[in-house]
């Protein structure tokens, strides 16, 4: 079954703006992971968020996880041309598996 | 800040060959990690690897792929017999317990032809 799906595929927002992607999973999870990936390129870390938070916050970025709906989402504020690129959620599985599920990714826009 | 290095950028070889993909996690790190992103799929789980032993692999990881611990800081990924379909970018990573934050290496990008 398909653990971490993003929502939207696509997003394309102007600078200044606020982005919002959502992810969704299937099975309970000890934690949760958002990185970026920009084309072609290595996936950068950006938050973690364990599954007896709730919100958590670095600089612009504000992920939340609500347990009860399987679900987080990833707000970027004040968004710039360089946030362009592909984010991902990533989840574990509560049975202590050492191994991430990636989602599909959402591919973000920011015109300048 | 520590990062996660991987060697080579870039590899082409040719279908039924071997090859060796090299990792330096991060230091402290004791848990370490091979993902592979086929051209515009998702990233994707092959193995987890602790005290000199696998953890968990999936079932992409049959018998062609091996993982090692040479000395105390490389981590690496090896093919035996390279297939057109092992084409794809090959991510390292590591964490300092399972529970915690995975960092990526940038990648290898492997091209079987």
């Not at chain 1, 950006?46 to 670095?58: A, Q």
């Not at chain 1, 600089?59 to 710039?80: H, M, N, Y």
């Not at chain 1, 202590?96 to 990714?105: A, V």
Request: with cysteine; glycine share 6%; charged share 20%.
């Amino acid at each position: 079954s398909q653990q971490g799906e993003e929502d939207p595929q696509a997003l394309s927002i102007q600078e200044g703006e606020n982005a919002t992607m959502n992810c969704s999973y299937k099975t309970s999870i000890n934690n949760l992971q958002w990185y970026r990936q920009n084309s072609g390129r290595g996936l950068v870390h950006l938050i973690l968020i364990r599954s007896n938070e709730r919100e958590k916050h670095s600089g612009r970025l504000r992920v939340t996880l609500d347990t009860s709906k399987k679900s987080s989402s990833l707000l970027i504020t004040a968004s710039r041309a360089a946030d362009t690129a592909s984010y991902f959620c990533a989840t574990d599985f509560l049975s202590g598996t050492y191994k991430y599920i990636f989602g599909t990714g959402t591919r973000l826009k920011v015109l300048a | 800040e520590p990062e996660v290095t991987q060697t080579p950028s870039h590899q082409v070889t040719q279908m039924g060959q071997e090859v060796i993909l090299r990792c330096v996690p991060i230091s402290n790190h004791l848990y370490f990690y091979w993902y592979r992103q086929i051209l515009g799929q998702k990233v994707e789980f092959l193995v987890s690897f602790y005290n000199n032993e696998i953890s968990e692999k999936s079932e992409i990881f049959d018998d062609q792929f091996s993982v090692e611990r040479p000395d105390g800081s490389n981590f690496t990924l090896k093919i035996r017999s390279t297939k057109l379909e092992d084409s794809a970018m090959y991510f390292c990573a590591s964490s300092w317990r399972p529970t915690y934050e995975q960092y990526f290496g940038p990648g290898t990008r492997l091209t079987v032809t």
